[in-house]
């Protein structure tokens, strides 16, 4: 199974921060990207805590052709086109796509992408949505379920689920 994180905390040319998840997702398609399952959004505190804008967060299944350094690429394409530059760690951003898991794939460099994604276990806001896409996943590395991992992390990181879900999550219903 191939795993995306997709979030957004700041406007970009599609719009506010769910209208650029949305158009990040819709994107895919034309890079030979296809969405088997997502995630519904959630709402999210920045981490670390900041006095940054709150992210909308989802995770997406996907199928592609791509090899992992050609996926990176493709969805580093798209974090452009809506307006992501880099600036330092951590800081907001229009758009940010983050390749989670390929088909349970372990790279630890020193070529890109790592995988799995080396920080993914720690936070709440891949996991919990990791967890409507695929219940019964297993960290590559850890044998862990999704489900011990997110129960493993310390209380504190806000999650909520965005109210009012699109019209798209109809077109990929969570499973």
Aim: glycine letters at 8%; charged letters at 25%.
């Amino acid at each position: 199974m191939i795993l995306i994180a997709v979030g957004s905390n700041l406007s970009g040319p599609a719009g506010l921060p769910l209208a650029q998840c949305e158009a990040a997702l819709e994107r895919f398609v034309d890079r030979g990207i296809a969405i088997v399952a997502r995630s519904r959004w959630y709402e999210t505190a920045p981490v670390p805590p900041s006095d940054q804008p709150w992210f909308v967060n989802g995770v997406v299944a996907v199928r592609t052709s791509d090899e992992p350094a050609g996926l990176l690429a493709a969805l580093l394409d798209i974090e452009r086109s809506l307006g992501r530059t880099r600036t330092v760690p951590n800081a907001a951003r229009t758009i940010d796509l983050d390749l989670l898991d390929y088909d349970g794939l372990v790279r630890e460099g020193p070529e890109p992408p790592l995988l799995p994604h080396p920080r993914m276990h720690e936070r709440v806001f891949v996991l919990r949505p990791l967890l409507d896409v695929a219940p019964r996943w297993r960290h590559p590395v850890s044998g862990r379920t999704g489900a011990e991992l997110l129960a493993a992390l310390p209380a504190g990181d806000d999650i909520r689920p965005l109210g009012g879900q699109s019209a798209r999550e109809k077109r990929f219903p969570p499973v």
